[in-house]
Structures are given as C-alpha cells and as structure tokens.
C-alpha cells in the first residue's frame, strides 16, 4: 500500500521483494555511491525523511522499512542478528554488492552485525545514537520490554486517541528540540502507531533487547575486530541511550565520534548539521567539523595519535 502522505520532490516509494517479504522501502538519488539507511525500533523509513533529499546531491541513497514496521510485513525474529539478516538480504535483493550503512539506534546495532557478517560489503559505517555500545538505558525502556507492561502499553496504544498521544509523548521523551521534526514525520507517525502490528513489533523489540539489568547486547567486542572508517553521531541530551557510550566507537582502529545539541533524533532534530557530518564522512572517512559548529572533544582517535607523536 503506498503512503497516503506526498513525499517530498525527489524522494520515491519501491518495493522489494527479500526473501518473499514485499520490503517496502524510499529511494532518492540516481548517482554517486549506495548508501543505505537503517531506522531504528518505533520507527520506519520515514524517520530519514529530513536526511535522503539532502544525501541524495552526492549518493544513492536507501531506507527501507524493516519487518513488521512501516509497510514492511512482519517476521518472527525480532533480534537485531534476525534484522541484520534482512537488511543484508535486502541489500543484495536491490544490488547492492558493497554500500555504506548509517544505522539509527537499532539500526546501529545491525550496522554492527552487518559489518561484522559480511566485511567485504560494508564500506563506512555511521552509528546515530546506537544501540549495543553498552549496558545502560533509560529505566523507562525496561519498564516497557516488561511483558506485561507491554500488553498494557500495546491496548492503551490502539485506542482511539493513543496514537496521536503516543506520538507526542514519544517526541517530547526522545528528543530535545521536537519543534524542529518535520511535519511529515508527525503524521506518519501517528498513521503507523495505529497499526497492531507495528505496536506490536516495537514493544517485543524492547523485550528482545532489554533485561532487568539494562541493554542485552553488548557489541563492543564486535567493534574492536572491525576494520572500516567508522563515525558516531550522538545527541549530548539522548535520554535513551546516553551520550558517553558514543566514546565506544573509538574501539574501531581510528573511529571518531561527534555529538550535536539533540536528543535521540538528532537526523531530525538537527538534518542540516546531522548531513553535512555525514556527507563530510563518506566522502573523506574522517569526521569533519561543518563551518560554525565549534569544537567537539574526542572526534577521533586519528588526531590524538598524531598529537602523541609530535
């Protein structure tokens, strides 16, 4: 089914067919090198909507709706190894032999995975406020992946005014300028938070990947055994997964992190700062300060290392 929402100039709707899952997914951009993008867990490919317009001017560039989200039918593993799984399949399914991957949150966490399975593909990664670089986490998140917590939240979500309170909620919660999200996200959010399925998905993600204890999977080991240019972007106000473990990256020989005045969106928060970033990285493979943006501490560990040999 299409987007009952105009899309901006440029952008287009496709579907894929990835293992007989119909993978609905927008397209922007005709030339330049693949990028694909990964939303991360209540999400769809509509949270990129303020980042593929801009990206497109210099790449291909891909988001797709991961199963069970968005327009993507669901799938029964809900693990960020099963999601990796499909966004390598479906990276093959739209001929991508070898692509750079921007995973949010979740998604960073399959950019991880992804990388880690099939190095020969990957080409940079950027991890936007990712998941899996560390235990700690909002309390609000595991009080959620409870299971009956979960029924609650999933009933209270399908009422009549649940979507639209949800998405309010959930934007005041995650971010820290939500004045500056797009309209277009507001309103697919609230179409998509109407759904069974999509409810339903989001809060057996958060079971699958909490415990008790905070976060279930730690990825950092995966780092250090990975050899590309790799880039975190954090929000220093993230109340979900917070701004330190950014500091993880550097466990890739020559990652850099950077961190912008967001929450846990900072691709909508802030898309303009957020793709000149981005841009500069695939680009150069080095994090790059876009003019006016002052200085950021740690960016890289390149520089550091120089600074020692002196």
């Not at 979740?106 to 990957?122: C, F, H, K, S, W």
């Not at 992190?257 to 928060?269: D, K, S």
Request: a positive charge.
């Amino acid at each position: 089914m299409p987007t009952e929402i105009p899309l901006p100039a440029g952008i287009h709707e496709r579907r894929a067919d990835v293992d007989g899952v119909a993978t609905h997914y927008l397209e922007a951009g005709e030339n330049g090198p693949p990028v694909l993008l990964l939303h991360g867990n209540t999400g769809d490919a509509f949270d990129w909507i303020a980042v593929l317009g801009r990206l497109a001017a210099s790449h291909r560039v891909l988001a797709l709706d991961l199963p069970g989200y968005g327009r993507t039918p669901p799938l029964e593993d809900v693990s960020p190894q099963g999601f990796a799984r499909f966004a390598l399949g479906f990276a093959a399914a739209v001929e991508l032999d070898r692509f750079d991957v921007v995973g949010h949150s979740l998604g960073g966490m399959m950019a991880i995975l992804m990388a880690r399975e099939a190095p020969e593909r990957v080409g940079r990664m950027v991890l936007v406020c990712s998941g899996g670089l560390g235990r700690a986490t909002n309390p609000i998140q595991i009080f959620l992946g409870r299971p009956g917590v979960r029924r609650v939240a999933l009933a209270a979500g399908l009422l009549a005014a649940g979507a639209l309170v949800s998405t309010v909620a959930g934007a005041l919660y995650a971010t820290r300028q939500p004045w500056r999200i797009p309209a277009l996200w507001y309103q697919e959010h609230i179409r998509r938070s109407r759904i069974p399925q999509f409810a339903a998905t989001s809060l057996a993600v958060i079971t699958n990947i909490t415990t008790l204890l905070g976060q279930r999977y730690d990825l950092r080991p995966d780092l250090s055994r990975l050899r590309l240019p790799a880039l975190a972007i954090w929000g220093i106000g993230d109340p979900i997964t917070p701004a330190w473990q950014a500091r993880s990256v550097r466990l890739v020989p020559g990652g850099g992190y950077r961190l912008l005045p967001a929450g846990h969106y900072p691709h909508l928060e802030d898309a303009e700062r957020f793709t000149g970033i981005v841009e500069s990285f695939l680009r150069n493979g080095e994090p790059a300060a876009p003019p006016g943006d002052g200085p950021q501490p740690d960016q890289s560990a390149a520089p550091r290392r120089a600074a020692r040999s002196k």
